[in-house]
């Protein structure tokens, strides 16, 4: 068995501790100990080899690598073995992972290494500016926002500088009050309201609960929706202080239909209001797109770029999430140094020296490289709750695919769900310590409770966070106990260079599981297809609304049935839909059922209210 290497254990207190493991030693000693963080000559060992060896044009089959699950070491002093022979630290970020209670064996680990090795070339060549989304012929380059000298041109590298530097002195000037809202008693800007959806939303909305200060210079709000209720709660939440709301508006296209209705919502909020929308609104899009050509020629604040290169869903390191952070006073440069740290460990071709390497054998060993058991994210740390629901897009939208690159139909994925520990204790762990095993846990671990100096005793020697700690290493044995397989994600707090590591961790863990599957990550044709049936059910509503007005024109008014509302639209094969935008526009006085025809669906007579076809389409 190996020796574990490079811990001194002349001090007591390591003595004492010695089987202890590094992390918690590491936390004990209040100082890192010289912690190898390569380990060499293990018995246990992920294939080390070097990448000298020619790696093979493999072309995958697309198949699973075939391998049968043997049960899961259960020895303790094994167990310990291999959590020390597995586990990766990078010491200058504090982050460890932990994949020893992950069963995959040496010989699938030596099945993979092949795939692996051309994952890590199919990523260097995305990093150096391949077409690396074919779909939609572009490159991807996430990467370069925080290491822009590895973008494939100056023009580009200039761009991502500029860019970083124009939101940086737009923050500044706003917190400090340097720009300031038109008309506001506070005479600075104290809120945002940010509007977008998906990619333009989600980061923002993790980064923010994760990162923001209890005081922050401005307070964030978001609408990532088409709901007239939820964006009516968020304007009557800002009240009065709508004038002093700083509107960014997000959306990589320019032209996404609930962002697009989210800002004629607040634009009509800030005229009722008498303010001066355009002094208040800045847009961050495409360059030329619907977006920001409307902010251009209306004069909106400032305008921020996206880049055709940068996909939503991996868009924190732009624009799109660091103006809100740095509004919110979050150190932004700390973020992208975070991540940058995390891109350049993640570059390493030595499978077991490469977090997001494991993290991809990890997950093609537990859902057999077909998705075949969901990805189940419990940070336990109050701040990271919308890890998760950040991790759903990043993670599902990126490989929840119809098609392999071979054009296959492989229907590939992994699905991902959670929440926040010990809450979900008291929810559906429930399930998954007992109940169908269709699962696999990443515990995402912080070490340090509370601020220096604010701990506090509940009870003699033991602390809330004790509590906390203790019930995720009490999940994370019962569930393997019971050979429930989980990762363990460990970082030392919640900053701004950590969770820039983390996403960094998972985008680039997504784009080599992706290469493993023979998919591309980074196009979404699936969601295009959902716009297009949405506008179908519009147009066909504006086709029922104008039947209803004709028919209600005459005098006397005459309700029509739905067969007869279908055959004037000439839709008869539509007649639920039909039947289910009547009752939609019913329920909101838009249209009316005549009396005595409730009931079933078969029975409804409808017509509409007092309103003209002028009105319908004003
Ligand atoms: O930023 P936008 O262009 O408005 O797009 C917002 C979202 O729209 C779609 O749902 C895409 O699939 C997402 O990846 C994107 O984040």
Redesign the pocket.
Known sequence: MASISGICSSSPTLQKFQNQPPALTNTLRKEHVAFPARRVDRSLSLTTHSVAREVPAEVFDGAAVATEKKGLVKDPHALWQRYVDLLYQHKELGLYLDVSRVGFTEEFVKKMESRFQVAFRTMEELEKGAIANPDEGRMVGHYWLRDPKRAPTSFLRTQIENTLDAVSKFAHDVVSGKIKPPSSPEGRFTQILSV???????GPQFVAEALAPDNPPLKIRFVDNTDPAGIDHQIAQLGPELASTLVIV???????P??RNGLLEVQKAFREAGLNFPKQGVAI?QENSLLDNTARIEGWLARFP?FDWV???T?EMSA?GLLPAALQGIDIREMLAGASLMDEANRSTVLRNNPAALLALCWYWATDGVGSKDMVILPYKDSLLLFSRYLQ?LVM?SLGKEFDLDGNRVNQGISVYGNKGSTDQHAYIQQLREGVHNFFVTFIEVLRDRPPGHDWELEPGVTCGDYLFGMLQGTRSALYANNRESITVTVQEVTPRSVGALIALYERAVGIYASLVNINAYH?PG?EAG?KAAGEVLALQKRVLAVLNEASCKEPVEPLTLEEVAERCHAPEDIEMIYKIIAHMAANDRALIAEGSCGSPRSIKVFLGECNIDELYA
């Open positions: 977008g959806i998906g990619g333009s939303a989600l997000i959306s990589k296209s320019g032209g996404t609930e962002t899009t996206m996909g939503g869903r868009s799109v897009q939208e979404q969601v716009k």
